[in-house]
């Protein structure tokens, strides 16, 4: 037989979650948006330039969290977006293959870690 014990209670790591959740206000988050586009635009593989400078971000709020949404404006005639093409590769009208190339990821993983790095720093203070 297996016994488990548990001695008082979660008050801590709640506290720690709530401090989580306060770490990034809006301001955080925009900060990150941008510096999101901006790595977005310098990796982006470049023809014309539309795709590049089509880059944009919206912070969403939903209950309990918020997210940062990177959205690009740049589809091809029947509407696919063109930046998902490049990174993950596509057919083309004469039975070619064109392959991706994984921009985006690593044009966002700096940001990323700078954004985790901050809400450690802020989480760690309180």
Known sequence: ????????????????F??????????E?????????EALESATPRDTGKTASSWTYEIVHREGSSSIEF???NLTEIGYPIA????YGHGTKNGGYVE??????PALKPVFEDMANEAY?????A
């Open 1 to 16: 037989m297996i016994e488990i014990r548990q001695k008082g209670d979660f008050s801590r790591l709640n506290g720690f």
């Open 18 to 27: 709530e401090r989580c959740k306060e770490v990034f206000k809006h301001g």
């Open 29 to 37: 988050l925009d900060k990150y948006g941008r510096a999101g586009v």
């Open 71 to 73: 959205h690009n404006s």
């Open 84 to 87: 998902i093409l490049i990174q």
């Open 100 to 105: 991706g190339i994984d921009y985006i990821n």
């Open 121 to 125: 720093k802020e989480v760690k203070k």
